[in-house]
């Protein structure tokens, strides 16, 4: 099972991105999804989450500007990300968590903001 990312790149401050991230291989009961990034030198922190239920959770940071979606059919999740700020500037990382407790994290995509 792999995890795949994409979406990231290069915008100015105030500008929007759209993360992706696809379960490639079988992943059975898919519990919860979501986004966590990582800046150099940091610990890897929540970004938002979304479980199988639809029950949404996200850092105080990203509130009103980031929404977190899911197609569960296709083993997907999205991250719409508006009014980006440079101190969201990190690697961002999809995980997926089973309902056994399995933990999938995708490879990572770099959203860089310019001010």
């Known amino acids: 099972v792999q995890l795949q990312a994409s979406g990231g790149g290069l915008v100015q401050a105030g500008g929007s991105l759209r993360l992706s991230c696809a379960a490639s291989?079988?992943?059975?009961?898919?519990?919860?999804m979501g986004w966590y990034r990582q800046v150099p030198g940091k610990q890897r922190e929540l970004v938002a989450t979304?479980?199988?239920?639809?029950?949404?959770n996200s850092a105080d940071s990203v509130k009103g500007r980031f929404t977190i979606s899911r197609d569960s059919a296709k083993n997907t999740v999205y991250l719409q990300m508006n009014n980006l700020k440079p101190e969201d500037t990190a690697v961002y990382y999809c995980?997926?968590?089973?309902?056994?407790?399995?933990?999938?994290w995708g490879q990572g995509t770099l959203v860089t903001v310019s001010s």
């Open positions: 979304i479980t199988s239920g639809g029950n949404l």
């Open positions: 291989g079988s992943i059975f009961s898919i519990y919860r």
């Open positions: 995980n997926f968590l089973s309902r056994y407790g399995v933990n999938y």
